[in-house]
Nanobody
């Protein structure tokens, strides 16, 4: 069982920045494939970014490429989403997730564990 605790959301003006954090339990965090998803009201949960446990490859949705950065600190069992140049359309509840095996995935159903979600609101 892996527990995830997400934090760092809030209200920010367009063009601003936020950093989300997700603290994970477990002794083998460095092997976890981690991801961030978001869900806006009335929309499906969508992929934002992912990082693989082995090799540390990163993947981004086209809508956030160049603005968001996923990273991890294996010593702290924590991974992050640095969000810069935020836009109103980035407003959503952001969820962190872990996939234990199989590398990265763009599909929410492929992930095994989820954080509780943190609200990000970007005012225009």
């Amino acid at each position: 069982q892996v527990q995830l605790i997400g934090s760092g959301g809030g209200l920010v003006q367009a063009g601003g920045s936020l950093r989300l954090s997700c603290a994970a339990s477990g002794r083998t965090f460095s092997t976890y494939n981690v991801g961030w998803f978001r869900q806006a009201p009335g929309k499906e949960r969508e992929f934002v970014a992912a990082n693989t446990g082995s090799g540390g490859s990163t993947y981004y949705a086209d809508s956030v490429k160049g603005r968001f950065t996923i990273s991890r600190d294996n010593a702290k069992n924590t991974f992050y989403l640095q969000m810069n140049s935020l836009k109103a359309e980035d407003t959503a509840v952001y969820y962190c997730a872990v996939r234990l095996v199989g590398g990265h995935s763009y599909y929410p159903t492929s992930y095994d564990y989820w954080g509780q979600g943190t609200q990000v609101t970007v005012s225009s």
